[in-house]
């Protein structure tokens, strides 16, 4: 995921409209992504007001083609991401593999992208560099991404379950996961250490998306369950705790489990990457 300096850095906005604070913001991200030695270029759905998923898609395969665009960055998030998969060229984006930057509901297009061409993508949110935590973030970006660190990916795991585990990490938020279930674009998870957080939703809801992901099989063929923020549910001390839930809803004692508070919706998270494998141990 390194780049170096005076790459070209490319903005995009697969999922929902930006907002007009998102958009007021974007100013001082390019500035920051200057600041940090990268040649940021935004593409044209981040200014449309309603484009269509067959627009943003294919935005995202000029990026892909553009030999120029050395990474992309999807500032969007919200619910409408897998309007654009259809119109994804795979067989391009796999001998373009660029890495996607995205979060929330960019867990739709980085899930994709790994089950059809075996690319790694991150899970990140670009706009945390001018965030409350803008400091670190930038300070983090710069180490990891420019330089030869991993400030960006250091993160604190809590074992619930379990001393260690290893594997390919799929995943992201839990709920525009699920939405890739029984499509073409779920990732094999057999042996993968599946990572899973969530902004909203309470115990029912959190407790339904277990559950389908237990119906689904996937609970009982995983290596490893890693948990970030669920950030509604851990604002109201929501009992028993999120990784309780996990627990009760995996039913395997073999199943190492762990958790962050460290990777989530938060503007100080961590980065996490996704179709790469990852090795943690007490």
């Known amino acids: 995921?390194?780049?170096?300096?005076?790459?070209?850095?490319?903005?995009?906005?697969?999922?929902n409209p930006l907002g007009e604070g998102a958009l007021k913001k974007l100013p001082d991200l390019l500035d920051r992504l200057r600041g940090l030695g990268l040649t940021p270029m935004v593409g044209e759905c981040v200014f449309g007001a309603h484009p269509t998923g067959r627009e943003r898609a294919e935005e995202l395969m000029k990026l892909y083609r553009d030999d120029r665009v050395r990474a992309i960055f999807d500032i969007s998030g919200g619910d409408l991401s897998n309007e654009v998969l259809e119109y994804l060229d795979f067989s391009v984006i796999k001998d373009h593999p660029k890495p996607f930057w995205g979060y929330s509901d960019l867990t739709v297009i980085l899930n994709a992208v790994y089950a059809k061409t075996g690319n790694a993508g991150c899970l990140y949110q670009i706009r945390n560099l001018i965030s409350a935590d803008a400091r670190r973030q930038?300070?983090?970006f710069r180490d990891t991404?420019?330089?030869?660190?991993?400030?960006?990916?250091d993160t604190k795991w809590d074992f619930i379950q379990g001393n260690c585990m290893e594997g390919i990490v799929v995943g992201g938020n839990i709920r525009?996961?699920?939405k890739l279930a029984g499509t073409q674009y779920f990732p094999d998870t057999r042996g993968k250490i599946l990572f899973l957080e969530s902004r909203s939703g309470r115990e029912p809801l959190i407790r339904a998306f277990f559950?389908?992901?237990?119906?689904?099989?996937?609970?009982?063929?995983?290596?490893?369950?890693?948990?970030?923020?669920?950030?509604?549910y851990e604002?109201?001390?929501g009992n028993p705790p999120v990784e309780e839930l996990a627990r009760m809803a995996a039913g395997r004692a073999d199943l190492p489990i762990a958790k962050t508070a460290q990777i989530g919706h938060g503007s100080d998270s961590r980065a996490?990457?996704?179709?790469?494998k990852l090795s943690i141990r007490v």
Do not use: H, P, W
């Open 1 to 15: 995921m390194r780049l170096c300096c005076n790459d070209m850095a490319a903005i995009t906005a697969c999922s």
């Open 211 to 232: 559950c389908q992901l237990r119906q689904m099989g996937v609970l009982a063929e995983i290596s490893g369950l890693l948990l970030g923020t669920f950030t509604e």
């Open 235 to 237: 604002s109201i001390q």
């Open 176 to 178: 525009c996961f699920l």
């Open 138 to 140: 930038t300070e983090a």
């Open 145 to 153: 991404v420019l330089g030869d660190g991993r400030k960006l990916y």
């Open 272 to 276: 996490l990457v996704i179709g790469d």
